[in-house]
């Protein structure tokens, strides 16, 4: 079965450097793969969508990249801030209904 | 918009009882989704409606759940009876369309069955 893939270990950094987050997903390439944002007790919010025939997609600080031959997405924010820290899940269409399966999400830590 | 509205936002409940958790989407949004929330599993698909049918509810995890979106504007997910296991964080989202232009997430219910 279809699966996606996140590094579960928390990812520290230091304010000003960029943060790389990476998802990964087994199978078929999904037609097109999203990325939320988690804050604690929280709801995910929507940041980005990448479509496979899409390299690259920028929004302000974000910039996520689709790569079909690793059968891997990466999500980068440049500029880092303490506001930055939360939960980045990773999710793709799935199913004849195109419906979203989720990955468990990275928790990023960004340091004054 | 309020956004996606959600009731209660912390149920805590004996095992065996009855619990209903409640939805309102955003105003024209014809895609609803509930998703429950766990460290061990991450968030997982209950069920999805369109225009208010039930399209894919395979991630119901047995009989003792169930959900009905009886208009546009409410949806309800029925546990009953309640047990431990259960206890989670309850999603609602919804979104125009399938989802292309992403789901909007209400700030969920944390249930925790005793």
């Known amino acids: 079965s279809q699966k996606i893939e996140q590094n579960s270990e928390a990812l520290n950094i230091q304010e000003g450097k960029t943060a790389t987050l990476t998802c990964n997903y087994t199978?078929?390439?999904?037609?097109?793969l999203q990325w939320y944002r988690q804050d604690p007790g929280r709801g995910p919010v929507f940041l980005l969508l990448?479509?496979?025939?899409?390299k690259e997609k920028r929004k302000e600080r974000l910039k996520v990249t689709f790569d079909t031959t690793l059968k891997q997405s990466l999500f980068h924010i440049t500029a880092s801030q303490p506001a930055d820290s939360a939960t980045y899940l990773c999710?793709?269409?799935?199913?004849?209904?195109?419906?979203?399966?989720f990955g468990k999400g990275t928790m990023l830590l960004v340091s004054p | 918009d309020a956004g996606v509205i959600q009731s209660p936002r912390h149920e805590v409940t004996e095992m065996g009882q009855e619990v209903t958790l409640r939805c309102k989407p955003i105003?024209?949004?014809?895609?609803l989704f509930w998703y429950r929330q766990t460290m061990m599993r991450g968030l997982e698909l209950l069920i999805y409606?369109?225009?208010?049918?039930?399209?894919?509810d395979s991630g119901m995890p047995e009989d003792r759940f169930s959900a009905k979106m009886p208009n546009a504007s409410f949806s309800t997910l029925k546990i009953q009876p309640s047990e431990p296991r259960d206890s989670a964080v309850y999603f609602c989202?919804?979104?125009?369309?399938?989802?292309?232009?992403?789901?909007?997430f209400g700030s969920g219910t944390r249930l925790t069955v005793v």
């Open positions: 999710a793709q269409e799935h199913g004849g209904y195109s419906t979203l399966t």
């Open positions: 989202a919804s979104s125009l369309g399938q989802g292309a232009d992403g789901y909007t």
């Open positions: 199978n078929y390439s999904p037609a097109y």
């Open positions: 409606f369109n225009n208010n049918v039930p399209i894919d």
């Open positions: 105003s024209g949004h014809n895609s």
């Open positions: 990448i479509r496979e025939n899409e």
